[in-house]
């Protein structure tokens, strides 16, 4: 072992991070350790999680049931090829899943992260019909979405900072107004009248435009989406990367509305954040539509890692935890984000604080959007003041795991409220 000195020394001179401007970006944050709430530096603070490692952990870091899990399967089974071998992980975890699903998704394609969980839900979509021999090569999304970082993924995705180096590279999408801003069923319901019989499917977050701001939009609107695509006979993508888990509240935000979408991506919170691991669920009738004595009906897509079977048996121990218990933690969280946030809502700087299940956010007053300075200075204060935060430009929100307790985060929404007051 080196000292961290040493190592961070070696993480300058070496590695490339994501989402990272390295000529203005402070040093990363030196991390050799993590429990529940809490990440330990080698420098030897300890910081409150409240952003759940980028949505990721869900129960807390370190579980001992997970951490078990992956140690007993890492010995066991480690790695096989997914095409042509299965393993018990897989399976049950499929089963697992399709036993906690809305109803109708029994089919589970296992991929490695959100944005492959996204690209094999429209590649799906789009064969489906192409299967079928129909001609529906259209996909509806919505302004301000954000549906991963691979090219399908971006091209679905809303057009922006994140998008413009690439923007003649993407394929067009019917775009939807954001639900929060827009009249999003009308406009696919005009979109359907005009061309609905080549539209494949509409990708939506439901209830929530995550990176694209936490905006947090009403369920009778996804429940008319979903009745206008079941008419139409087009079907609807859910991307529940983010929302997925208990987020919302319940296991699913599609659950929240009541609804029942036709596929369905999962990634984030699959694994209970330890391990990176995707998947997409579909409907059987979608996964018939692939069934077929032409090998050229075949969904012509995998991983090196598909389903690798750590980080199945990681999802198989983290669905364990989304017990009764965790339903309570989930419920103590949201009440405290409403009291903070009630707290916070007269303050000058603060607009349009708003709460779903466990993720709460509000904007700072000023210059808007994912490049506005204040994130990266409200971040730098939190850090200094033992709190990980990372705002989405002047978007800021608080998005824990479920370990995290009412004290941690009247220490998380002080640290706020003091940068508001200091800046
Ligand atoms: C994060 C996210 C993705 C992409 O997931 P990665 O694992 O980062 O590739 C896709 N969709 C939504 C809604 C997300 O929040």
Redesign the pocket.
């Known amino acids: 072992m080196t000292a961290p000195a040493d190592w961070a020394a070696l993480d300058a001179r070496y590695v490339w991070h994501p989402y990272t401007q390295h000529a203005t970006a402070p040093l990363p944050v030196p991390v050799v350790r993590a429990e529940g709430a809490r990440i330990h530096t080698a420098d030897g603070r300890v910081l409150v999680d409240a952003i759940s490692s ?3 952990t869900l129960h807390g870091h370190a579980h001992p049931v997970i951490a078990h899990a992956i140690a007993e399967q890492a010995r066991t089974l480690d790695q096989v090829i997914f095409a042509g071998c299965t393993h018990e992980p897989a399976a049950r975890l499929a089963a697992e899943l399709v036993a906690v699903m809305p109803p109708g998704l029994t089919r589970v394609f296992f991929s ?7 690209e094999v839900a429209v590649k799906a979509a789009l064969q489906f019909w192409r299967n079928r021999g129909e001609a529906r090569p259209l996909i509806a999304a919505v302004e301000h ?6 090219f399908g ?1 971006m091209s679905v ?1 809303a057009r922006g900072t994140f998008t413009d180096a690439f923007a003649d590279r993407l394929w067009a999408v019917e775009r939807l107004p954001d639900p929060t801003e827009g009249d999003t069923v009308a406009a696919l319901r005009a979109l359907i009248d005009h061309r609905g019989t080549e539209l494949a499917a509409v990708i939506v ?1 439901p209830l ?4 694209g701001g936490m905006r947090m939009w009403p369920e009778h609107t996804l429940r008319a989406l979903a009745e206008c695509c079941a008419k139409a006979h087009v079907l609807l993508i859910a ?5 997925g888990f208990g987020r919302t509240g319940p296991l699913f935000a599609c659950a929240r509305a009541g609804v029942a979408p036709d596929i369905m ?1 999962l ?2 919170g699959l694994t209970g954040g330890a391990l ?1 691991l ?1 998947a997409t669920v579909t409907t059987e009738p979608i996964f018939e539509g692939f069934r077929s004595q032409d090998r050229r009906q075949t969904l012509f897509h995998g991983h090196s890692y598909t389903a690798n079977p750590v980080a199945c048996a990681a999802g198989r121990a983290s669905l364990t935890l989304l017990d009764a218990d965790s339903g309570r933690r989930r419920e103590v969280i949201e009440s405290a984000h409403r009291e903070h946030l009630a707290r916070l809502a007269p303050h000058p700087r603060v607009r349009r604080t708003r709460v779903l299940g466990t993720v709460a956010a509000f904007d700072i007053d000023g210059e808007e959007g994912y490049l506005s300075a204040v994130g990266g200075e409200l971040a730098a204060f939190a850090l200094r003041n033992g709190v990980l935060l990372r705002p989405l430009g002047n978007v800021v929100y608080v998005l824990p795991p479920y370990c995290t307790t009412a004290d941690d985060l009247a220490v998380v929404y002080r640290v706020i409220e003091r940068f508001l007051e200091w800046r």
């Open positions: 980028w949505w990721v490695d992260d959100g944005s492959t969980a996204v979405a954000y549906h991963g970082d691979t993924a995705s977050e929530l435009l995550g990176s991307d529940e990367v983010l929302t991506c990634s984030k990176p995707g």
